[in-house]
């Protein structure tokens, strides 16, 4: 190792020390929801949190790893002892040897004395390591060591160490293909999954989208400090049918917005995938544009994709679609009547690039058409 670059590295930021407070956590009836794979989860939790056997939590990111960390060290016996979070890819590759197991005086160039570890730090308490999957092959085999009889060395230290600390890792790429591409070692992954806990994405726990959303929206409205208003049953059945790409954080930032600027629009426009991009209008480089005619169509075509998205949300009861969006009922009519709306039986399909009012009839008379019992389109 050069010690030079690593001076230099050096001044590269490293994460202040994360052994931290806890922090509070939500109640166990809003960790857990009420799915059956939660369920499972929190039954493998309880059966391992008051043992030292090593744990590894999976899933995508934002389903909830690092509370569920966090969980089982405060369901342990070391409850009271030290919490350590070690974020591995936030830590320059070269630094993070002796950030996890410390050096001593002289070791490199810079170590003006000597340093304990994070490892050290987590004696007796929880170690974390958080996106296990970035740590280099040669870091995993020193913390091999330590999973099999807790011992380990400073870096440019001799001195054989023990300590006992809980390993929980936690991952959101799949570690058994790593181990495949050899980038993971097999008996490394061994170790640290003596346990697995599987956690879902948010799209395939919908049931518990209630309880958390309720649970977020109490959180906030009492941080901001503003008065709590309940999401509509028309956002509720988008939620359900959104597939959550960044899971509960995604939905707690969502949240977080709406409390803030209290506008239930805006949320039920980040739920319909697409209009946002496509809100953006082709443009024609070879003729001269106007700026004013082209953000009108695109605002057009988003306000016509979210109308449509709620009056299928809300079983095509215009009704309904003018109560939730805030807007008049003879409003709304009329925002159909100026879009192009094609009709298929029982079924309206908005198009942006057919010319309005194809076929010479209009939105409302064709809404009128629709009043027959076999129509989904009730008023
Ligand atoms: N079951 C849950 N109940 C309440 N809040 C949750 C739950 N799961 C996650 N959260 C919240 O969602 C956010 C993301 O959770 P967390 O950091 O635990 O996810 P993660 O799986 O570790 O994500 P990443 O892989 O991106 O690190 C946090 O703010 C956390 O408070
Ligand atoms: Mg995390």
Known sequence: MCPGRVLLERSAKVPSNECVAIGDMPPLEVIFGRTQRMELARTKLERVAATAIPVLLQGESGTGKEILARLLHLRSDRAKAAWVKVTCPAIPHSLIESELFGYEKGAFTGAYSRKRGRVELAHRGSLFLDEVGSLDLSVQAKLLQLLQDGSFTRVGGHETRRIDARIISAANCNLRTQTEAGSFRLDFFARINSVTIDLPPLRDRV?????????????????YRVKSKPLSRGVARLMQRFDWPGNIRQLENMIRGYILIGDE???????????????????????????????????????????????????????????????????????????????????????????????????????????SPTDRYDA
């Not at 049931?207 to 941080?223: G, M």
């Not at 805030?326 to 010319?355: E, F, H, M, Q, T």
């Open 207 to 223: 049931a518990d989208l209630p309880v958390l959303a309720d649970y977020f929206i109490d959180v906030y409205s009492r941080q």
């Open 265 to 371: 629009e805006a949320l039920a426009s980040e739920l319909i995938p697409g209009p946002v991009q496509e809100a953006c209008p082709e443009i024609d480089l070879a003729n001269p544009i106007s700026l004013k005619e082209l953000t009108r169509a695109a605002t057009r075509n988003l306000e016509m994709r979210v109308i449509m998205e709620v009056l299928q949300a809300n079983g095509w009861s215009r009704l309904k679609t003018a109560k939730w969006l805030n807007i008049s009922y003879r409003s709304l009519l009329y925002k159909l009547d100026g879009a192009n709306i094609l009709r298929r039986p029982g079924v309206y399909r908005y198009s942006p690039s057919a010319p309005p009012n194809k076929e010479g009839a209009t939105a409302s008379a064709m809404c009128n058409a629709a009043s």
